[in-house]
């Protein structure tokens, strides 16, 4: 069985300049691939003819290995797929899967803050932000297992102790909102750099878990999400605020 690619039926129609493209009944065209076959009017003939709705090119009692989303049976994972769940493989451009890469980032921004924080004496911001960590990481499991996220509650604050002290940090720490400076230090530009890769996961969260009509699948992983972003941005108003103690050793 063949899996037929936008890039494959190109080449088989020459750009759209030569028809038909002929297709096998174990091949499978990719919704891209069908969609620029439409409108590039480029005929598709079937010469025996078109697999019945759901039916996978599999034989009888040999189940392939992998499914797609779009009805192909695979006996081996093509290199630009990847795993979506169990044996379900999906193009690595995927917005679920682009979705898990943001996760990956942010664990890795996280650890380089906490590098940050420590060679500025904060380790009571590193311990703070390695439950974050262990918060960030649980992400994919709640994807992958469609687990539910759950009450926030991160470094002891709950959804509207994160709501109130990001929202209003002079009454708090006697600190008000500020923009950042190269100068505030490098455990603030750190945590700063982090909070706008949550802000980015965000977004790439929306684009995963929206519909064809834009509502949202998940609300909890982008609520959890959000609340993140309000942690960072209270992280570094107790730095700006000096609320941190500085230790040694």
Known sequence: MALLTEEVVRQMSNGGTRGPVVVSRDDVLTPSARSWLREHRVEVVYPQGRAAEGETSAPAGDRARYQTLFGAALDHKPEHMTHLRGNVLVFKDHPRIAFRGYIDLLEAEITLAQQAAAQEGYRTLCGELEEVLGFVRRFIRFDVLSEPVGEVRVCSLGPEELREQSHYPEKYFGQPHFLVHWTDGAAIL????????????????????????????????????????????????????????????
């Open 190 to 249: 750190a945590v700063n750099k982090l909070r706008t890769v949550v802000r980015q996961t965000e977004l790439a969260a929306y684009k995963a878990f929206r519909d064809e009509n834009g509502a949202v699948t998940r609300e909890d992983i982008l609520r959890g999400l959000n609340r993140l972003s309000s942690l960072m941005w209270i992280m570094m108003i107790k730095l700006k605020a000096g609320k941190y103690p500085r230790e040694s050793g």
